[in-house]
Nanobody, 124 residues
Framework: QVQLVESGGGLVQAGDSLRLSCSTS????????MGWFRQAPGKEREFVAS????????NYADSVKGRFTISRDGIKNTVYLQMNSLKPEDTAVYYC?????????????????WGQGTQVTVSS
């Protein structure tokens, strides 16, 4: 059973920064590709960023490139999403995701495991 526990969401103003965390087991951290997706009200879930389980590859959606950074902590078995220069259009529920398939790295939403989600609201 793969468990993903997100934290770090909140209400911020445009231009602010926020860091999301996704904690998991050691096995998942080492063997699964992991990433972040988001879903705004009335919209489909979309890819944000991903990290290969080998740690050698990252990928970002064009809308967040240069503003968001995905990283990993091998001691804490945690994946982070550092979000800078936040915009109102970044408002969404952010989900941590894990899958053995490399399609997650490419941004496919057909992910096997999801966290419960954490709300990020950016006011203008």
């Amino acid at each position: 059973q793969v468990q993903l526990v997100e934290s770090g969401g909140g209400l911020v103003q445009a231009g602010d920064s926020l860091r999301l965390s996704c904690s998991t087991s050691r096995r998942t951290f080492l063997c699964y590709n992991m990433g972040w997706f988001r879903q705004a009200p009335g919209k489909e879930r979309e890819f944000v960023a991903s990290f290969s389980c080998s740690g050698g590859m990252t990928n970002y959606a064009d809308s967040v490139k240069g503003r968001f950074t995905i990283s990993r902590d091998g001691i804490k078995n945690t994946v982070y999403l550092q979000m800078n220069s936040l915009k109102p259009e970044d408002t969404a529920v952010y989900y941590c995701a894990a899958d053995r398939e490399d399609t997650l790295i490419a941004g496919a939403v057909s992910v096997r495991y999801w966290g419960q989600g954490t709300q990020v609201t950016v006011s203008s």
